[in-house]
Structures are given as structure tokens and as C-alpha cells.
């Protein structure tokens, strides 16, 4: 067991691997009423390609790791939400790209919520009948959102820059593949990924720590779990940009136009305090120069190029990496030409100074600060980050570290010209 005290913040992490691989973190908060709990597998939606047997290697349907988050609610004779219900607690569920997730928040009844999650989500129970109607259900899920603008334009920008790599792959998959998921398929998933050692468990709030951490414990030591074994994965890293689609146009039951500049990386940034750093200096640069504070924003605004919706982002996946800048516009390819003369001459850009990016991370340094108040955002973040080094509470450290010249000098590396496509998306002709 592991107790780490971060002064920056005032905060206690105690970690602890147990015997059979759970790694648990537990992050009391004596003066919050309730306490939240996720837990989370590095599995998610990428993860089509594995060999469960550590040698030859099988592809699943896509939107098989999505289906199974929503089939291990459902048990022979009782559905997992009804149990969190009758505790008064609010349970969810979400899938990535890598990562799936399992989570409560409650302020009473904090052990027995914890056996519910971690009994439901570590006993499967799958049947045909069980398996052929969620197939329905999620069917008619992904038909409803392929109208949903915001989601095709997230969507297209994916297709753009990883053709090749299932990133672009929607998380729910298609009607036809999910037609092809059975439970055999899903238990060799559960075998394979859901195995204690490839898992986190987050607990944070008004909780005994010692109390918690034995509790866990004694559920997991009464179970019987299949041998551990190492899991070999299909997918890998794409870092490329040969075959990036460089321009795509969509029409859309939309009333405005919105275009979207995508930005492919192209390292292999690890799950570490040093990959964390490289990851906060990029979104640090995209802020400096596209924030609504800065005078390339002012200016385009008060153009009428952009409107509230002009947003960026930079995230980073096992096996991939991406930005994005764009937004709502009555003039796509005008915007589109815009942010990319602004990446491509980033260096020379007049918002580019050293007080600004002094300016900058105070007001990032507040968010985050403003962020700890969330006990669900805590905890979504130390789950984020629980399959790496680096904590979440090593942020104010980390941020302080920026400079000016590493925002230079990640310039050159991340802003390339054979990196970047643009989506547009255009209304639907009359």
C-alpha cells in the first residue's frame, strides 16, 4: 500500500494493488456528503483485434466492447440499475476508444453499492434471447445519432485522419455488426479483458479509506477469477500521415455550415508525468493561440468568421493521438484556411509571448482548482490516468514546468502541413 500526500492541492491518494492485480486508489474527502466510485478496464471500442489464447489472433465485431458494457447490467433474474436504485444511488456506464467504465455516486450505503458494482461488472451473464435483444436496441441507438450533426462531424474528422485504424470506427459499431456479436464472444471478452489485473477501482468522498480498502479486498480474495494472462492486442500505434484523407464535405440536416481543422499526432506519447506534460504544452499552445481571450479570436468573432461554438481539443489514446479546431461558420473553407495558416505560422503569431502564456496557465491552473470541487470529475480523472504514472493531483507541478520555449519548440513537431485535414460540413441541398 501506497500513501501519497500532494501539498499543491491537499490531497491523500492511497493506492494498492491487491493479490489478484486490482490496482484500487482511494481518495478520502471528509467534508463531502457523498462518495463516488468508477471502475474501469483498459478495454474499449479499438480492441477488435486479440488473441485470447495469447497466440493466434481473432478480430470481433466492432462495437462489441460497447455492447458488453450495457449487457453486464442485465443478469438472469435482476438488472444491476434496479439494485442501485433501491440504495438511492445513481448509476452509469460509458465506453471509449480504450477504456470502458462502471460507476455510482451515493451518500449512503457505500459498501453495499461497491459489492453491487463490483459483483455485476465481475460475473457475467449473457443468453441468446438476452443477446439478440439488445441488438435491437442498440440497432436502433446508432440509426437514431447518424442524424446528430455534432456527432458526424466528430465522426468524419476521425475517418479523415485514421482510415486506416479503428479509431474511426464508430464506438457502438453498425446494425450489421453488432447483428454478429454472440455470448460466446462476449464471455471470451470478459475472460480475456475484464481479468482483475487489467482493471481499477476509484473510490472518492466522505469514506473510511482503511474500511474501504479491506472491504475490497475481502470480495475480491472470496472469488474465483480464471488464471491471469497476458493480453496481446491487434492494434497499434498509427503515427503516419500517408494516407490521411485531406478534405471531406458532408451535407447535413443542418442550418449553418461548421468546418473542422483535424491535426493527426505522430509520437507515441506515454502514460507518464512526461507524456502528461507533452500532452498539457499542446492544449496549453492551442489555448495561447485560439482561446477566447486571445486577438486572433477577438478578431475573427467580431468578423463574423466564428460564433460560441469555435472550440478546439487535443486527446491522446492508447495508439493514437489528434487536435482539433473549428466550429459553426457562415464561410468553412474561409475558417478552415484560417486555422491552418495559424498552426502552419504558429511561431510568428503576435499572441505567442511570454506574459501571455504566464496568463494562460494561471486561468488553466484555476480551472483546475475550480475541478477538484467535482467529486465525478476527480474521479473520472485519476480512473483516466489510473493505467499510467502520472497522477492527477501532479498537475499544478507539471503545468508550472511549461515554458514559452517548450511551446516553441512543440511547434515544428506537432504542426505539419502533411498532418492536418478538414472537414466540412455543409446544409443539405433543397
Known sequence: ??????????????????????????????????????????????????????????????????????????????????????????????????????????????TKNLQILLDFVQTPFFSKASVAKEQGIIGSEIQMYQDDPGWRGYAGLLENLFPKHPAHVDVAGTVASIAQITPEMLYTIHRVFYQPSNMTLIVVGNIDADAIMAFVAANQAAKQFPAPQAIVRG??????????????????????????????????????????????????????????????????????????????????????SYGLVGGDTDDPHALS???????????????????RVALIKRA?????????????????????????QASLFDFPEILSSITLADLQAMIDQVFQAKALTVLDMIPEAD
Open 1 to 110: 500500500m501506497k500513501t501519497q500526500y500532494f501539498s499543491d492541492v491537499d490531497e491523500t491518494v492511497i493506492t494498492t494493488t491487491l493479490s489478484n492485480g486490482l490496482r484500487l486508489q482511494v481518495v478520502p474527502r471528509p467534508a463531502y456528503h457523498k462518495s463516488y466510485a468508477i471502475m474501469t478496464t483498459d478495454y474499449g471500442s479499438i480492441d477488435t483485434q486479440f488473441a485470447p489464447n495469447g497466440k493466434q489472433m481473432v478480430t470481433y465485431p466492432a462495437g462489441i466492447a460497447h455492447f458488453l458494457e450495457h449487457k453486464l447490467f442485465e443478469k438472469e433474474d435482476h438488472d444491476a440499475f434496479d439494485l442501485f436504485g433501491e440504495t438511492g444511488a445513481s448509476a452509469n456506464a460509458f465506453t471509449s476508444a480504450t477504456k470502458t467504465s462502471f460507476l455510482f455516486s451515493t451518500t449512503t450505503q457505500l
Open 235 to 320: 492494434v497499434h500505434a498509427d503515427l503516419q500521415t500517408d494516407d490521411i484523407v485531406p478534405y471531406r464535405q458532408l451535407e447535413m440536416p443542418i442550418s449553418r455550415p461548421k468546418t473542422l481543422v483535424g491535426i493527426k499526432g505522430q509520437v507515441v506519447i506515454p502514460m507518464t508525468a512526461e507524456g502528461w506534460r507533452y500532452q498539457l504544452t499542446i492544449r496549453l499552445l492551442l489555448e495561447v493561440l485560439f482561446g477566447d481571450s486571445s486577438q486572433l479570436y477577438q478578431d475573427w468573432y467580431d468578423r463574423g468568421l466564428i460564433d460560441d461554438s469555435f472550440d478546439f481539443d487535443f486527446t491522446n489514446q492508447r495508439s493514437f
Open 337 to 355: 484556411d484560417a486555422i491552418k495558416h495559424v498552426l502552419l505560422n504558429a511561431a510568428t503569431q503576435p499572441d505567442l509571448t511570454r506574459d
Open 364 to 388: 488553466s491552473l484555476g480551472k483546475y482548482y475550480a475541478g477538484l470541487n467535482g467529486l465525478n470529475g476527480v474521479a473520472n480523472q485519476l480512473s483516466a490516468l489510473s493505467f499510467g
